[in-house]
């Protein structure tokens, strides 16, 4: 994947930046007080670190405050039910993560539907998992940790960040293809988990090379496998999954969303300074040092993912219900 722009590219988005808030005034007068935006997870989080690095971009390009609103618990549950109750004129976005479709398709007690509730605007990056163990761990490899799940059932287990979502999920999927036990235990706050990792209480966790930037560079804790199909290229030094789980592969996203009902013409701008945001050289440098991969959609193509993931996460609603 490129990660600079070329000359063209460059000075058609400060062009672009230039264009967008004046021809959106025109149109719709927005905006013309701050904006939220809203996200599942506590300080620190893959969503919390993403949301403040384009806040200023947003900014520069809206002509208004930018204010970063954590709404953590329940997997996402609490912040997306509370977005999905405010008005739906641009004010309240939603920093939704493949997580939340996640819950959407496999939980039938799920507080939202992400079909039916929410109005896209455009994803911002995508990123694949890992799985953390502490660095004085006696597995070294993912492939010591399944031996040692094979051969003492249920005995392990491992930190997700709520049920039913993405995480949970992309390690049930892993046991199944595997066919080890490994005991789920659900935290809420990522700093518990990160300590509990670090001490040994846990034997894994799966989560964001974000969450762990801080202990992985100070040699607490090391990733022992990475959920995309093939080594990911922000973190080469990391295997992936399917060395030892032929055939596994997730990948997960992050985007701007709101309450459905967005008028399209609110929609367009706001995916249009998204993209000013996410083709910006110091914005991708910093997605990329913690293992995120900047891109952007139109609101219908981030709609058009968000179905196709849907329908992908439904058959695995067996792992929630059981």
């Known amino acids: 994947m490129p990660t600079?722009?070329?000359r063209r590219t460059l000075l058609g988005s400060i062009a672009f930046a230039?264009?967008?808030?004046?021809?959106?005034?025109?149109?719709?007068?927005?905006p013309s007080k701050p904006i939220r935006i809203v996200h599942g997870y506590g300080p620190g989080s893959n969503p919390d670190t993403i949301a403040r690095i384009i806040s200023p971009s947003l900014m520069a390009t809206l002509g208004q405050s930018v204010v970063v609103e954590p709404k953590p618990g329940a997997g996402e549950r609490i912040a997306a039910q509370y977005v999905v109750g405010q008005a739906a004129d641009g004010y309240t976005l939603y920093l939704i993560t493949g997580g939340a479709n996640v819950i959407s398709a496999t939980d039938p007690q799920a507080p939202f539907n992400t079909l039916k509730d929410f109005s896209?605007?455009?994803?911002l990056t995508q990123f694949p998992f890992a799985l953390f163990t502490a660095a004085n761990s006696p597995y070294r490899t993912?492939?010591?940790?399944?031996?040692?799940a094979r051969k003492n059932p249920g005995k392990l287990n491992y930190a997700h960040s709520g049920v039913g979502n993405t995480l949970h999920l992309a390690v049930?999927?892993?046991k199944a293809k595997a066919g080890v036990e490994i005991e789920p235990v659900a935290y809420k706050d990522t700093g518990q988990q990160i300590a509990d990792v670090i001490s040994g209480r846990l034997d894994v966790a799966i989560s964001t090379f974000t969450s762990f930037t801080g202990?992985?560079?100070n040699g607490q804790v090391r990733a022992l496998a990475v959920t995309s199909k093939q080594r990911w290229p922000f973190n080469p030094d990391v295997p992936p999954v399917a060395d030892d789980v032929p055939g596994y592969e997730v990948v997960s996203w992050l985007g701007l969303a709101a309450p459905a009902g967005l008028p399209p013409d609110i929609a367009d701008k706001l995916a249009a300074a998204a993209k000013i945001a996410m083709v910006q050289p110091d914005v991708q440098s910093k997605l990329q040092g913690l293992g995120n991969e900047a891109h952007s959609t139109t609101p219908a193509e981030f709609r058009a993912r968000v179905e196709a993931d849907y329908a992908k996460w439904k058959p695995l609603a067996k792992f929630v219900t059981q």
């Open 172 to 174: 049930e999927l892993m």
């Open 142 to 148: 993912l492939g010591d940790l399944l031996a040692a």
């Open 215 to 217: 202990p992985l560079k």
């Open 4 to 6: 600079g722009l070329n």
């Open 120 to 123: 896209y605007i455009s994803i």
């Open 18 to 30: 230039a264009g967008v808030p004046a021809i959106g005034r025109a149109q719709t007068g927005f």
